[in-house]
Each structure stands twice: as structure tokens, then as C-alpha cells.
């Protein structure tokens, strides 16, 4: 399989005027639950956790709506003790919308939403390297920063996680407002 071309920058016309962005709600959880399933390579919640997180971090979050539904999000959260720092959790796009732009886009649009935001912190795993180009590249159209240092290292997962790679702390910023 060919290598997928590194986006630099990111041309809007690509993404699909159809998909509408918005707050999550409860609501929606199970479409999220079902998209991180999907993807294969997001630690999967249950459904419940989902649906709580549309409810409570609603703020703090991104779902794309497409013609069908909800076709990918971005969970985050405000850092308790450092409220100038958002914490993106998960970013998922479902396959029939990969390719377009759109998590660049959710991203942005959560950026935007949270004016007294000055980073963005992620973690990824290293073999993960769609996720580490799409933080790359945000750092990047921002001509911000970008620090990597290992979060959690393999030990601090269970043992029947016993081959869970290093997570991975991408610290972006901070932005220019």
C-alpha cells in the first residue's frame, strides 16, 4: 500500500460542505461509541462513557454531522489547574469521510470555540501516525510549538494491556490570539 501524502495545508473546498460541525449531545454518544469502534485504533469506552461525555464535555467537544448522521468527533477537556490548556482525548473520523480534512477541521473549530485556550495537548501512540501528522500539522498552521515527551510509559497499563505502546504528550502552543 502507498503512503498517504502528508497534508500541509489544509484546503476547506476538500472538506465536504454537507458535514455540519457541532456540540455533542447525549444523544449522539452511540454514534461516537460506534465510530471509535470502527476505527481500530482508538482505546474503545463503553457506550455509557460516551454518552456522559456528550452530556458533561459538551464545551469541550466536536461532532461532525453528516447527511447519515454523525460521521466523527473530537473529545477534549479543559486541564483542571491549568484551564488555559485543552486536552483532546479522542479524534475519530468514520471511513467514508477519512481523507477530507475533516478532523483538521473539528479541530480547528474547537480551537476557535475556546478563545482563553493557549495549548493543546494529545497523547499518541507511536505507531499511530495519522494522529501524529494531524498534531503536526495544527501546530504547524499555527507556526506554534510542538513538545513531545512520553506521558505513560507500557507499566502503567494492566497487565492484559501488556503490549499497549508509550502514550506519547504532544504540547502545542501556545497559540496566538
Given at each position: 500500500?502507498?503512503?498517504?501524502?502528508?497534508?500541509?495545508?489544509?484546503?476547506?473546498?476538500?472538506?465536504?460542505?454537507a458535514i455540519r460541525l457541532a456540540r455533542p449531545r447525549p444523544a449522539?454518544?452511540?454514534?461516537?461509541?460506534?465510530?471509535?469502534?470502527?476505527?481500530?485504533?482508538?482505546?474503545?469506552?463503553?457506550?455509557?462513557?460516551?454518552?456522559?461525555?456528550?452530556?458533561?464535555?459538551?464545551?469541550?467537544?466536536?461532532?461532525?454531522?453528516?447527511?447519515?448522521?454523525?460521521?466523527?468527533?473530537?473529545?477534549g477537556y479543559l486541564r483542571p489547574g491549568a484551564p488555559d490548556t485543552?486536552?483532546?482525548?479522542?479524534?475519530?473520523?468514520?471511513?467514508?469521510?477519512?481523507?477530507?480534512?475533516?478532523?483538521?477541521?473539528?479541530?480547528?473549530?474547537?480551537?476557535?470555540?475556546?478563545?482563553?485556550?493557549?495549548?493543546?495537548?494529545?497523547?499518541?501512540?507511536?505507531?499511530?501516525?495519522?494522529?501524529?501528522?494531524?498534531?503536526?500539522?495544527?501546530?504547524?498552521?499555527?507556526?506554534?510549538?510542538?513538545?513531545?515527551?512520553?506521558?505513560?510509559?507500557?507499566?502503567?497499563?494492566?497487565?492484559?494491556?501488556?503490549?499497549?505502546?508509550?502514550?506519547?504528550?504532544?504540547?502545542?502552543?501556545?497559540?496566538?490570539?
Amino acid at each position: 500500500m502507498a503512503a498517504q501524502p502528508l497534508i500541509h495545508d489544509i484546503d476547506p473546498r476538500r472538506t465536504e460542505s454537507a458535514i455540519r460541525l457541532a456540540r455533542p449531545r447525549p444523544a449522539d454518544g452511540r454514534e461516537l461509541w460506534r465510530i471509535a469502534r470502527d476505527s481500530r485504533s482508538l482505546d474503545l469506552n463503553s457506550p455509557y462513557a460516551y454518552a456522559l461525555w456528550c452530556r458533561d464535555f459538551a464545551d469541550t467537544s466536536v461532532v461532525a454531522h453528516g447527511p447519515g448522521g454523525p460521521c466523527g468527533f473530537v473529545t477534549g477537556y479543559l486541564r483542571p489547574g491549568a484551564p488555559d490548556t485543552l486536552f483532546v482525548w479522542q479524534v475519530a473520523v468514520d471511513d467514508r469521510h477519512r481523507g477530507r480534512g475533516l478532523a483538521h477541521r473539528m479541530l480547528d473549530e474547537l480551537a476557535a470555540r475556546r478563545p482563553g485556550v493557549r495549548h493543546l495537548e494529545a497523547t499518541v501512540t507511536p505507531g499511530n501516525t495519522a494522529s501524529a501528522r494531524l498534531f503536526e500539522s495544527f501546530a504547524r498552521r499555527r507556526g506554534c510549538a510542538l513538545v513531545r515527551r512520553e506521558l505513560f510509559g507500557p507499566a502503567m497499563f494492566p497487565d492484559e494491556h501488556a503490549a499497549h505502546e508509550p502514550e506519547v504528550l504532544y504540547r502545542i502552543g501556545p497559540f496566538a490570539r
